[in-house]
């Protein structure tokens, strides 16, 4: 049981987040501290007996906190935790799944318009001070989303929000999820995730905003690519590790695939030696789609519809463990 309230510390472990300002602004009284480093987080968290947390967590600091009783992860991604290791240790999580669905799908729809409406040549040219004139190439101009195919892998919250808002746009929507009786969640048509390779050449923009689980790490490899319609474009704003980077950076040299939009990539910070900086038909965010003015009042929402379930020994809001 979680000790009364008077006695209960939160920890806050994020590198830039600012939960405790927030927790303070709405309100809340119970004792927490803020960390921002891993080093910190280890030498503190045998004071917590709730942590916010996410890209932070090491499995080892489940053995650091003997208080330690629930874990709201700060991500919708749980793939850092290990629920045997985090059973073991009598430790509760729960995801922040639907605290970023709106900034997420948001962003996926604007790495699309961007793509197509050329935004990031239109930039270049801008610090370039050159004034583009007329395009004459079909191929080169820019273009337009109504009446194209959107695939998007993994319809859920996020994957949902984004068919809404590309059925807005006047797009065809094609949805995937492991299980198609749940409901299409606004695509026209919804499939297994066994129909990926049957879908793809049907697409002419791919977005994946699946979990990473072990059915989807290097889901996009170079058969995927290959079966996808020549020319068509990729925005991943799931995981790095659900594409084969090697097999996305051949099938952008080669023109397999027309352009890529990433906001994910398999090692982060991508290092630079990587060729995706300096492919021409790539656009990369720093894995910013979650982030919004808004992102930690959703994470802390989630926090305090969670206390009083443990409280009680109910289900959690997004129970992992």
């Not at 977005?207 to 072990?214: D, F, N």
């Not at 590790?241 to 910070?269: I, M, N, W, Y």
């Not at 060729?275 to 965010?285: A, D, E, G, R, Y």
Request: glycine residues 10%; proline residues 4%; neutral net charge.
């Amino acid at each position: 049981m979680l000790p009364p309230d008077d006695q209960l510390t939160l920890c806050f472990a994020h590198v830039a987040y600012r939960f405790a300002e927030r927790y303070a602004q709405r309100g809340g009284r119970l004792q927490h501290f803020e960390v921002r480093s891993l080093d910190e987080l280890e030498a503190r968290i045998g004071e917590a007996d709730v942590l916010l947390v996410s890209g932070m967590w090491r499995n080892h600091l489940a053995a650091k906190a003997p208080r330690l009783q629930f874990i709201q992860s700060i991500s919708a991604g749980v793939d850092q935790y290990d629920r045997a290791v985090l059973g073991s240790a009598g430790i509760r999580l729960a995801s922040a799944q639907g605290a970023n669905a709106n900034a997420v799908s948001e962003h996926a729809m604007a790495l699309i318009l961007a793509q197509a409406r050329l935004l990031p040549q239109a930039r270049d040219n801008q610090v370039r001070k050159h004034w583009r004139g007329m395009i004459g190439d079909l191929t080169q101009r820019e273009d337009e989303l109504g009446g194209k195919t959107l695939l998007v892998v993994g319809i859920g919250r996020i994957g949902g929000r984004l068919a809404r808002l590309a059925k807005a746009f006047g797009m065809n929507v094609i949805g995937l999820r492991q299980d198609p009786a749940k409901g299409a969640e606004g695509a026209d048509e919804i499939h297994g995730m066994e129909a990926l390779m049957a879908q793809l050449p049907r697409a002419d923009i791919v977005a994946l905003t699946c979990a990473l689980t072990p059915e989807t790490r290097g889901l996009i490899g170079a058969a995927a690519l290959g079966a996808m319609k020549p020319g068509a474009s990729l925005v991943n704003v799931a995981r790095g590790a659900v594409c084969d980077e090697a097999a996305l950076v051949a099938a952008l040299a080669s023109g397999q695939l027309g352009q890529a939009a990433l906001d994910v990539t398999a090692e982060e910070p991508l290092a630079e030696s990587s060729p995706l900086w300096s492919l021409p038909n790539v656009l990369i965010t720093p894995h910013t789609g979650g982030e919004t003015r808004a992102y930690e009042g959703n994470v802390l929402d989630l926090l305090e519809a969670n206390l009083p379930r443990l409280r009680a020994g109910q289900a959690l809001v997004n129970q992992v463990v």
